[in-house]
């Protein structure tokens, strides 16, 4: 089992960036499918992007363009930019290791709160 803590959430003001980061307890050099979720309120946990395989990522139509996903393994760490932010995207924000569109591997963290708001 496998436990992850996101950061790096905050309030910021449309149009800003914010980089979020999840560390694992673990190993994830293993972990192919490491993505980054969110929960707006009201609404269910969806996927945001993730790793496909190697470098190739996948990236759900909301974000792309503005959401960058990263990974240093030697760290055990992912890591979510997020560039021109928009109010849609305040959520609480989870990482995890993505099986299906709505399995994953793992337990969930306590996630990282994100607000866009001027």
């Known amino acids: 089992q496998v436990h992850f803590v996101e950061s790096g959430g905050g309030l910021v003001q449309p149009g800003g960036s914010l980089r979020l980061s999840c560390a694992a307890s673990?190993?994830?050099?293993?972990?192919?499918?490491m993505g980054w979720y969110r929960q707006a309120p009201g609404k269910q946990r969806e996927l945001v992007a993730r790793f496909t395989g190697g470098p190739t990522t996948f990236y759900a139509d909301a974000v792309k363009g503005r959401f960058t996903i990263s990974r240093d393994n030697a760290k055990n760490t992912v890591y979510l930019q997020m560039d021109t932010l928009k109010p849609e995207a305040t959520a609480v924000y989870y990482c995890?290791?993505?099986?299906?569109?709505?399995?994953?591997?793992?337990?969930w963290g306590q996630g990282t709160q994100v607000t866009v708001s001027s």
């Open positions: 995890n290791a993505y099986k299906t569109d709505r399995v994953v591997y793992f337990t």
């Open positions: 673990g190993s994830i050099s293993t972990i192919v499918t």
